[in-house]
């Protein structure tokens, strides 16, 4: 298994663990470059870092935003790994270890809930803002916000019905939505 595949099924196992956004590979303003990092609701958001060595793990202890945790991102922070490169004594304070084996990945050890400071928050906030103007560059001459009312559009051109399979935006779930949940 190598890295890439590795941080394919992060993103998959943060989905299955209930993140409606999943990203994966993008730098933050701190330098971190989450392997893979997802939302649920209240703005809870869950790191997965890769790592296929144990060399590469060790290396990973070096990088500033781990030296100084409460820079780094993540309310939940875990490391995904083959089966058995880790051991538990062998994760920061409060981290916790996903193994894959046979297909599966498998929670060896859950990570604290409340990891990430204010600033973790303000440098996620950084990685959220730099995609959604990466995605606004790709989709010009349209605005985001043009872009999202695209159902709107696509009623007026239906003579007023929203094509059928699709849900009347203010019908759609979004738990970004809903009241804060704490960190």
Request: include cysteine; glycine fraction near 8%.
């Amino acid at each position: 298994m190598n890295h890439a595949q590795l941080v394919e099924k992060a993103v998959g196992w943060l989905r299955r663990y209930g993140c409606g956004v999943v990203l994966s590979e993008q730098a933050c303003g701190n330098g971190e470059v989450p392997d893979a990092i997802g939302w649920k609701r209240g703005s809870h958001s869950v790191l997965v870092e890769c790592k296929v060595t144990r060399a590469d793990f060790l290396a990973d202890r070096a990088k500033p935003f781990r030296l100084k945790p409460a820079t780094g991102v993540g309310c939940e922070r875990f490391y995904l790994t083959p089966a058995a490169l880790l051991r538990r004594e062998d994760l920061p304070r409060g981290w916790g270890l996903l193994e894959f084996c046979a297909r599966d990945i498998k929670m060896v050890s859950a990570s604290e809930k409340s990891l990430r400071s204010a600033a973790g928050f303000r440098y996620e906030m950084n990685l959220l803002l730099a995609s959604l103007r990466r995605v606004e560059v790709r989709i010009e001459p349209q605005s985001i916000t043009d872009f999202l009312k695209w159902k709107n559009r696509m009623a007026e051109y239906n003579r007023g019905a929203i094509p059928e399979g699709l849900s009347p935006v203010e019908e759609e779930s979004n738990v970004f939505l809903e009241p804060e949940m704490p960190c």
